[in-house]
């Protein structure tokens, strides 16, 4: 009976731990090789797309050490939609506030950010997207970011 009473505990924990999420279409994080990312290495992410009709909501996820050097990290992200257009952005992300002080969901020396990048998108054509992040900043190797991600989620 013991037996039976964890096994439909732990299918309910399961349950409740993947529909709490019910709006995400896509989240995808890169770790970075010795927190140390090398301009000249992109992270990518490819994403397929089905609903041409729903509102999303796109963001970068950020992971930075607490001895990041920086209050920001600028990105330029490349996007290629299903047509192969190609469209470049750049993108100032703020990790701390003018004090100094980090932004975010902090546990130790680990800041996990999710900055909001852009809003009310309507994907038009079905097929594969695919995102590629460069770090942008005045450093070829830039220490203490740790890991790069993507997240989709529908309005």
Same mark, same amino acid.
């Given at each position: 009976?013991?037996?039976?009473?964890?096994?439909?505990?732990?299918?309910?924990?399961?349950?409740?731990?993947?529909?709490?999420?019910?709006?995400?279409?896509?989240?995808?994080?890169?770790?970075?090789?010795?927190?140390?990312?090398?301009?000249?290495?992109?992270?990518?992410?490819?994403?397929? +797309?089905? *609903?041409?009709?729903? &509102?999303?909501?796109?963001? $970068?996820?950020?992971?930075?050490? %607490?001895? /990041?050097? @920086?209050?920001?990290?600028?990105?330029?992200?490349?996007?290629?939609?299903?047509?192969?257009?190609?469209?470049?952005?750049?993108?100032?992300?703020?990790?701390?506030?003018?004090?100094?002080?980090?932004?975010?969901?902090?546990?130790?020396? +680990?800041? *996990?950010?999710?900055? &909001?990048?852009?809003?009310? $998108?309507?994907?038009?054509?079905? %097929?594969? /997207?695919? @995102?590629?992040?460069?770090?942008?900043?005045?450093?070829?190797?830039?220490?203490?970011?740790?890991?790069?991600?993507?997240?989709?989620?529908?309005?």
């Amino acid at each position: 009976m013991k037996n039976i009473f964890t096994l439909f505990a732990a299918i309910g924990f399961l349950f409740f731990c993947t529909s709490c999420d019910s709006k995400r279409v896509f989240e995808q994080n890169t770790d970075i090789p010795d927190n140390i990312w090398n301009k000249n290495e992109p992270i990518s992410f490819e994403v397929p +797309i089905t *609903d041409t009709v729903t &509102l999303h909501n796109v963001y $970068v996820n950020v992971r930075n050490a %607490g001895s /990041y050097a @920086f209050s920001n990290l600028y990105l330029f992200l490349d996007t290629q939609y299903p047509d192969q257009t190609v469209s470049r952005d750049t993108l100032e992300c703020i990790l701390a506030d003018p004090s100094g002080k980090w932004l975010g969901d902090g546990s130790g020396d +680990i800041w *996990d950010n999710q900055i &909001l990048f852009k809003k009310n $998108v309507r994907f038009k054509h079905q %097929g594969t /997207y695919k @995102f590629k992040f460069e770090q942008a900043m005045r450093v070829s190797k830039l220490p203490m970011i740790m890991d790069i991600g993507l997240r989709i989620e529908k309005q």
